[in-house]
C-alpha cells in the first residue's frame, strides 16, 4: 500500500542547474508534508515542509509546492551543489492520527561538478 | 542546535535474543517515534509514544516489541525475541508539535545473526 510515492529512484543534475524531486501521494487525509534529506548511515535529516492549507513554502535553495487537486508535491533546489547529493524523502503526516509519517521511498540526488 | 541521539550506532544479536535500543529525544519534545529502515526499503513506522503511552503503532509492532519511558529523558525499544527479519537500521525521532517538527537521530543499525 504505496500511499506516498517516488517514481524517480535517481536524479542527476549539474551543478548550478535546478533539481527538482517530485512526490505522488493517494490518501486524501494527509494534511502535512514533509522532505528529509539522507546521507547513508545517517538518520534524517529534516529539510522544508508545507501544511496542506498552503501550495508554496520557500526556505533559501529550498521550495516545496503542493498541487492538492493532483495530490502531487515537488521540491526545488537551486541552485544545486554537489553537497547536495543525498536520497530524498518525501514524507506526509495524516490528519487525526498519531502524527507519524508516512515515506516515500526516495530519490537519490546527484549533483554534478 | 538540539539533537536526538540514538545509542548503541551498531548492535549484532543472535537471534533469539533481547536487545534494547536507547534513543535520548530533544528535551522538550512531547512525542516520540520509531521508525525502522530494512536495507533498500522504505523508511516504515514502528510506534508512536505521548502522554507515557502508545498512541499508536504499526502491524509490524507485534508483541515482541515494546516501547518505554523509563526516566522521563530516556526513550527505549525492547524486541524481545530477535528474529533475521528484524535487521534493519532503527531510527528514534521526537517533535515538539505533534509530528510536523519531527527531528531524527542517526540510527542503530541492528544485525541478528
Known amino acids: 500500500d504505496q500511499q506516498v510515492k517516488q517514481n524517480s529512484p535517481s536524479l542527476s543534475v549539474q551543478e548550478g542547474r535546478i533539481s527538482i524531486l517530485n512526490c505522488d501521494y493517494t490518501n486524501s487525509m494527509f494534511d502535512y508534508f514533509l522532505w528529509y534529506k539522507k546521507y547513508p548511515a545517517e538518520g534524517p535529516t529534516f529539510l522544508i515542509s508545507?501544511?496542506?492549507?498552503?501550495d508554496k513554502n520557500e526556505d533559501g535553495r529550498f521550495t516545496v509546492f503542493l498541487n492538492k487537486s493532483a495530490k502531487h508535491l515537488s521540491l526545488h533546489i537551486v541552485p544545486s551543489q554537489p553537497g547536495d547529493s543525498a536520497v530524498y524523502f518525501c514524507?506526509?503526516?495524516?490528519?487525526?492520527?498519531?502524527?507519524?509519517?508516512?515515506f516515500g521511498s526516495g530519490t537519490q540526488l546527484t549533483v554534478l561538478p | 542546535e538540539p539533537e536526538v541521539t540514538q545509542t548503541p550506532s551498531h548492535q549484532v544479536t543472535q537471534m533469539g535474543q533481547e536487545v534494547i535500543l536507547r534513543c535520548v529525544p530533544i528535551?522538550?519534545?512531547?512525542?516520540f517515534y520509531w521508525y525502522r529502515q530494512i536495507l533498500g526499503q522504505k523508511v516504515e513506522f514502528l510506534v508512536s509514544f505521548y502522554n507515557n503511552e502508545i498512541s499508536e503503532k504499526s502491524e509490524i509492532f507485534d508483541d515482541q516489541f515494546s516501547v518505554e519511558r523509563p526516566d522521563g529523558s530516556n526513550f527505549t525499544l525492547k524486541i524481545r525475541s530477535t528474529k533475521l527479519e528484524d535487521s534493519a537500521m532503527y531510527f528514534c525521532?521526537?517533535?515538539?508539535?505533534?509530528?510536523?517538527?519531527?527531528?531524527f537521530g542517526q540510527g542503530t543499525r541492528l544485525t541478528v545473526v
Open positions: 528535551s522538550n519534545h512531547l512525542y
Open positions: 508545507i501544511s496542506s492549507i498552503k
Open positions: 514524507a506526509a503526516i495524516s490528519s487525526g492520527s498519531a502524527r507519524q509519517l508516512t
Open positions: 525521532a521526537s517533535s515538539g508539535n505533534r509530528g510536523t517538527d519531527s527531528f
